[in-house]
């Protein structure tokens, strides 16, 4: 038998050339319904504030979807959660002129004992972080595509004209062209977790960012660093980080 002891940190921030932060970011270390805990990150798109209100609206409607439904299975969750509120947003965006075109990434993870049940629609990320970094979300985008059709090498990739065109997003199509990617890991103790956002991958290199969590004392300073990091390079977009720290021990005091 385990238990979770879970701690969770996450910031977002404007950038240095954006004037609205169209990022939004949820964190929740107890129950949220049948869900022992959830994470998310969501990065907004659309005319003025019209991001700002999807990335918000997404995580407000997929925090209460999970509080009602009755699905107990994690991934069941997710995937359901997110088609619905896919079909939220798209009415939203269709209803009023102001949102016309508006949609959001989202990546979404909860941690039921050793195993993390992992969703993305876009091209925010969620890496696992140990002894070295690893990337389990695969971007809906135009060149990763590129990528795996062998059209692109992974390091033209961060650099290519097309980086920000991204092929799916919550809120833009009917729900059925926009299921996410689900994903299922296995963690052991001192594993972390990264969710975050481009403005985050764009502009710090992901050896670079696991080097930031690796040598820093808390989670808390590593996010800030993370953050920092991507302004001091650049700051582009805006900026948006969770780590967590999912201690899995040992309940009945023996040897795992």
Do not use: W
Request: with cysteine; charged share 25%.
């Amino acid at each position: 038998m385990s238990e979770n002891k879970i701690n969770a940190f996450g910031k977002t921030d404007v950038g240095l050339m954006r004037t609205i932060n169209q990022d939004s970011i949820f964190i929740s270390t107890s129950p949220v319904g049948k869900l022992p805990n959830l994470f998310i990150v969501a990065d907004g798109m659309g005319g003025h504030k019209a991001g700002d209100v999807a990335s918000r609206e997404a995580i407000e409607r997929f925090v209460k979807y999970a509080c009602t439904t009755h699905m107990s299975d994690p991934a069941n969750v997710l995937d359901s959660g997110i088609i619905s509120i896919n079909q939220d947003i798209y009415e939203m965006a269709n209803s009023n002129k102001d949102y016309n075109g508006m949609g959001t990434t989202f990546v979404a993870a909860c941690i039921v004992d050793r195993h993390v049940y992992i969703a993305n629609v876009g091209d925010s990320r969620l890496y696992l972080v140990n002894n070295d970094i690893h990337q389990i979300t695969r971007d809906h985008s135009l060149v990763e595509d590129m990528v795996r059709m062998g059209m692109l090498q992974k390091m033209e990739a961060r650099t290519h004209f097309n980086k920000n065109v991204i092929t799916k997003a919550i809120g833009v199509a009917e729900d059925k062209t926009s299921t996410p990617d689900i994903f299922e890991i296995e963690i052991e103790p001192g594993d972390r977790l990264l969710l975050c956002s481009d403005g985050l991958t764009n502009m710090v290199e992901d050896y670079e960012m696991k080097k930031i969590i690796k040598n820093s004392v808390s989670i808390e300073e590593a996010v800030t660093k993370l953050i920092q990091q991507a302004n001091e390079n650049g700051g582009k977009d805006n900026i948006s980080a969770i780590i967590v720290d999912a201690c899995v021990e040992d309940t009945l005091g023996g040897n795992s």
